[in-house]
T-cell receptor, first 118, second 110 residues
Framework: NAGVMQNPRHLVRRRGQEARLRCSPM?????VYWYRQLPEEGLKFMVY????????ESGMPKERFSAEFPKEGPSILRIQQVVRGDSAAYFC????????????????FGEGSRLTVL | KQEVTQIPAALSVPEGENLVLNCSFT??????LQWFRQDPGKGLTSLLL?????REQTSGRLNASLDKSSGRSTLYIAASQPGDSATYLC?????????FGAGTTVTVRA
């Protein structure tokens, strides 16, 4: 059973370009979460998605950032017109459907995509 | 808003010593607490998940306790090894969002 797969692992963009980060959840998982880890900071929640639905995007910057999880294919985190402050590690996580305990079950993380903006 | 604090920020011990990592959180209304390990430039590996109704979980040399009422969790690593060197992150769940601490960076000296 493959884990959470993220690509690319490393991405370099110049200011003003677009960055697209992809995440394939673990098999059987229907919930996807994106977190951002800025240098010397902890991980911060960005967005929570289920298939074809954005459940909570309260952690996403209002401009330039968007996320989707289509019916087919991976989840995509898109950053338009990147700036140097977007340089960070972006982690995707997935979890199985709620087992009835309330909230999410164990969360499994991918290896991350490290974005560098020149 | 949930605040998660991990103390100490860094820890260096000789091989064989037991490790004690602390995590505190401000809002006791949590569903579960999860400990992760992160190696430099890598992703997060889940170590232990403690449901809010549980008081501890054990896996091999790892033991994690949870005291929800006081907002504390402790991760114990017995007989540390150089391979245990990593950053250890504590995260609490209130619903579907994880709130992370900044981590404790552990160095085990051979």
């Amino acid at each position: 059973n493959a884990g959470v797969m993220q690509n690319p692992r490393h991405l370099v963009r110049r200011r003003g370009q677009e960055a697209r980060l992809r995440c394939s959840p673990m098999k059987g998982h229907s919930h996807v979460y994106w977190y951002r880890q800025l240098p010397e900071e902890g991980l911060k929640f960005m967005v929570y998605l289920q298939k074809e639905n954005i459940i909570d995007e309260s952690g996403m910057p209002k401009e330039r950032f968007s996320a989707e999880f289509p019916k087919e294919g991976p989840s995509i985190l898109r950053i338009q017109q990147v700036v140097r402050g977007d340089s960070a590690a972006y982690f995707c996580a997935s979890s199985p459907p709620d087992a009835g305990t309330g909230g999410l079950g164990e969360l499994f993380f991918g290896e991350g995509s490290r974005l560098t903006v020149l | 808003k949930q605040e998660v604090t991990q103390i100490p920020a860094a820890l260096s011990v000789p091989e064989g010593e037991n490790l004690v990592l602390n995590c505190s959180f401000t809002d006791s209304a949590i569903y579960n607490l999860q400990w992760f390990r992160q190696d430099p430039g890598k992703g997060l590996t889940s170590l232990l998940l403690i449901q809010s109704s549980q008081r501890e979980q054990t896996s091999g040399r790892l033991n994690a306790s949870l005291d929800k009422s006081s907002g504390r969790s402790t991760l114990y690593i017995a007989a540390s090894q150089p391979g245990d060197s990593a950053t250890y992150l504590c995260a609490v769940t209130g619903g579907y969002k994880l709130s992370f601490g900044a981590g404790t960076t552990v160095t085990v000296r051979a």
